[in-house]
């Protein structure tokens, strides 16, 4: 990239960084203090911006760097990624939304909590609640980092590692200083940003084709290598049964996946009734569903007008399609309208992935400090407040994500995701819909379920290709793979769910009908409810 684009996206980036840190110390300096405060606002927000901010925090930098690049380089096979995102939503409308917002207060514990025993449930959600929203986390470094590759031409592994560092310090500094309230807002100006950028390459792109959406796809095709096959299923997930499974096991994953992501849970917990809940709902489905169908045209258009060898060879996972694409789209390198359209795409890009990792650093920090450190703190220890634990939580989380972001470069950010979403349908959604539907659901049964889809999850990850085996692994150089899949979701899922119903069954607990018929009135009525 020429110094032109490097300069203009660096500045657009810094008036980004500058507005959502002057965002955040404004908000730091009218705070409460109050746990309501950081963790949920103050639960003052409307339909309306709690859905721009819940699409803010659900369009991550996989789904506009990541699926953009998988349909760019597998066309029909990489679309399943965007309807998977997007189907999902209506599992999160139809079965959690109105129900965790009645029944719980900040965390996904929370609503577990209200008919189990308070200490084991809270550790075993709190700990798998941190465990996806680590994963979550690295796909967003690992984004930034291929972005700045790209930017700086792909030549500067340091700048690369510096750019993943700087991003994790920015999101502890959103989160510690600002809570809820402020990433809220840099939520919501990030999701218009983000949507404003969409549509303004969408449009380009549909007009560079005069509006002839057969055109687009023939010349994605043509280019492809492929020929028609690559509008047809099977290029990525149509080899072997392994393959075809995998195709399932990630189906699975993305669809019942978004109703265990702690950052989106939390997010119905910032309105003030469950109704406003339903409704910011509704608006996020809408903008949500509008920008999973444009990355379909990003996607065929980079394939289109790039071509995939090309996308490739500038990043093997496909995550710099859209940025090149604006260039091209702009006039090509060199051009000022390229330079303009390329550095806007990659400010907006990074102002994704920074607003992402704010959202996800808070939930985490606030499952480390509401679930866990109040269960395991001694009544006679020093007391710190839940809120400087979050902060100091904020921080760990950050480190921590830094480390696996730099470990994991290379990988394409939609499919990390894909793994956060296999690890929340696994041990997060069993438990959730247990305790909200089954009257017979004991403690037993919760800890069993959210460990039984937890563990499972992750080891049959750390034996996949995804960690070693092959060229495309984590560790390329050795060979412990024992499972063939690279998403787990087809096995763990249904163990989950499993192990919730034998931990109950075999439980010497008799189920509480009492505090079920409670919760479930409160969970209908919102009678009770904070």
């Given at each position: 990239m020429t110094g032109d684009h490097q300069t203009l996206a660096l500045v657009l980036f810094s008036v980004f960084v500058a507005v959502t840190l002057a965002i955040t110390t404004w908000v730091s300096r009218h705070r409460h203090g109050s746990a309501e405060e950081f963790y949920a606002g103050g639960r003052l927000f409307s339909p309306l911006e709690n859905g721009f901010a819940i699409a803010g925090d659900y369009m991550s930098a996989a789904s506009f760097l990541g699926i953009s690049g998988l349909i760019a380089l597998y066309g029909y096979d990489g679309m399943l990624y965007s309807v998977g995102f997007l189907v999902a939503w209506l599992v999160v409308l139809l079965l959690v939304a109105e129900l965790v917002r009645n029944c719980g207060r900040f965390t996904l514990a929370d609503v577990v909590a209200a008919r189990m025993a308070e200490r084991p449930v809270r550790i075993a959600a709190g700990t798998s609640s941190v465990a996806v929203s680590v994963l979550y986390l690295v796909a967003q470094m690992v984004?930034?980092?291929?972005?700045?590759?790209?930017?700086?031409?792909?030549?500067?592994?340091?700048?690369?590692?510096?750019?993943?560092?700087?991003?994790?310090?920015?999101?502890?500094?959103?989160v510690s200083l600002g809570g809820m309230r402020a990433t809220t807002w840099i939520q919501i100006v990030k999701a218009v940003l983000l949507m404003a950028g969409t549509v303004a390459l969408t449009v380009l792109v549909l007009l560079r084709f005069h509006g002839d959406v057969n055109s687009l796809l023939s010349t994605a095709a043509e280019r492809s290598g492929h020929g028609l096959g690559f509008l047809a299923p099977g290029l990525r997930y149509g080899g072997d049964w392994t393959a075809r499974l995998d195709f399932i096991s990630l189906g699975l994953?993305?669809?019942?996946?978004?109703a265990g992501l702690p950052h989106i849970l939390s997010r119905f917990y910032t309105v003030p009734t469950a109704r406003a809940a339903r409704r910011s709902v509704v608006w996020s489905i809408g903008l949500i569903g509008s920008f999973y169908l444009?990355?379909?045209v990003l996607g065929f258009g980079a394939a289109?007008?790039?071509?995939?060898?090309?996308?490739?060879?500038?990043?093997?996972?496909?995550?710099?399609?859209?940025?090149?694409?604006?260039?091209?789209?702009?006039?090509?390198?060199?051009?000022?309208?390229?330079?303009?359209?390329?550095?806007?795409?990659?400010?907006?890009?990074?102002?994704?992935?920074?607003?992402?990792v704010a959202g996800i650093t808070l939930a985490s920090s606030a499952s480390v400090a509401h679930d866990l450190y109040s269960s395991l703190r001694r009544r006679h220890a020093k007391q710190y407040s839940e809120v400087a634990v979050a902060r100091v939580a904020a921080a760990g989380i950050g480190a921590a994500a830094i480390g696996l972001g730099l470990l994991a470069r290379d990988l394409n950010v939609a499919f990390l995701v894909g793994l956060a979403f296999a690890v929340a349908a696994s041990a997060n959604l069993p438990v959730l819909l247990y305790s909200l539907f089954w009257r017979k659901f004991t403690t037993r049964g919760a800890v069993?379920?959210?460990?039984?889809?937890?563990?499972?999850?992750?080891?049959?990850v750390l034996v996949s290709p995804v960690v070693s085996g092959s060229a495309e692994s984590l560790f390329p150089g050795i060979d412990f793979q024992l499972f063939p899949l690279q998403n787990p979701g087809v096995v763990s899922i249904p163990l989950g769910f499993l192990a919730g119903w034998i931990g109950t069954v075999t439980s010497s607990e008799p189920p509480d009908e009492a505090r079920h018929a409670e919760t479930e009135v409160r969970a209908l009525t919102g009678a009770g409810a904070v």
């Open positions: 984004g930034a980092g291929s972005l700045v590759a790209l930017l700086l031409g792909g030549s500067s592994e340091a700048a690369r590692s510096w750019t993943v560092i700087g991003v994790g310090a920015l999101m502890v500094i959103y994953a993305l669809v019942l996946g978004t444009m990355t379909i289109a007008l790039i071509g995939p060898d090309e996308v490739r060879a500038s990043n093997a996972s496909g995550n710099t399609a859209v940025p090149l694409l604006a260039l091209d789209l702009g006039g090509g390198a060199g051009s000022t309208g390229g330079t303009v359209l390329f550095a806007i795409v990659a400010a907006v890009a990074f102002a994704t992935i920074l607003a992402v069993w379920s959210v460990y039984g889809g937890l563990i499972p999850a992750v080891l049959l």
